[in-house]
């Protein structure tokens, strides 16, 4: 069974630019979780996506946006890129199954540098 | 507030010896914690994940315990290898959110074994 697929794995871009992550989870999963990571902040929750839904939101500004499509493939927008937005970008998928003890598993992450 | 604190941020061990790493947590209420490991420029990967009712679990060479009165963790790595060099975190979910939409996370213990 394939794991939860990050692209792509780095990114280099310019302060202003817009990028856009994508992830595709483990298949049979529905949800799907984006994190940022920095060695500052540690990992930082920015939003969860469930059938096609946003069912959860961390404390971000509005730059960060994302998406949830049918096949539960999903994408994160960063508009008006920021200096301090430079990170490792991680996906994590779980089955959402009514036990809590469901796990989330990890994509190897995207590393956004902006400069 | 909802946090997780991690001790000690980092340590340094030789090989083969043993070492602890400890978790407290002040979420509430409490639904599951997890221990990762996180090897440098990858994405985490789940070493336990415990309930409520489990006081200890094992997976290989890690053991991790949970005591909910007193909201500590603890994850022991026995007979540590060079492999183990990661960093690992410790996650709290909170009791009523969806499996990854409100993961509070340590800052994590950065681990290094050296030969």
């Given at each position: 069974k394939a794991g939860v697929t990050q692209t792509p794995r780095y990114l280099i871009k310019t302060r202003g630019q817009q990028v856009t992550l994508s992830c595709s989870p483990i298949s049979g999963h529905r949800s799907v979780s984006w994190y940022q990571q920095t060695p500052g902040q540690g990992l930082q929750f920015l939003f969860e996506y469930f059938s096609e839904t946003q069912r959860n939101k961390g404390n971000?500004?509005?730059?960060f946006s994302g998406r949830q499509f049918s096949n539960s493939r999903s994408e994160m927008n960063v508009s008006t890129?920021?200096?301090?937005?430079?990170a490792l970008y991680l996906c994590a998928s779980s089955?959402?199954?009514?036990?809590?003890g469901d796990e989330a598993f990890f994509g190897q992450g995207t590393r956004l540098t902006v400069v | 507030k909802n946090q997780v604190e991690q001790s000690p941020q980092s340590l340094i061990i030789l090989e083969g010896k043993n070492c602890t790493l400890q978790c407290n947590y002040t979420v509430s209420p409490f639904s599951n914690l997890r221990w990762y490991k996180q090897d440098t420029g990858r994405g985490p990967v789940s070493l336990t994940i415990m309930t409520f009712s489990e006081n200890t679990k094992s997976n290989g060479r890690y053991t991790a315990t949970l005591d909910a009165d007193t909201k500590q963790s603890s994850l022991h790595i026995t007979a540590s290898q060079l492999s183990d060099s990661a960093s690992y975190i410790c996650v709290v979910s909170a009791h009523g959110s969806s499996n990854t939409g409100k993961l509070i996370f340590g800052q994590g213990t950065t681990l290094q074994v050296k030969p």
């Open positions: 971000f500004p509005g730059r890129l920021e200096l301090g937005d430079s089955p959402d199954r009514q036990n809590r | -």
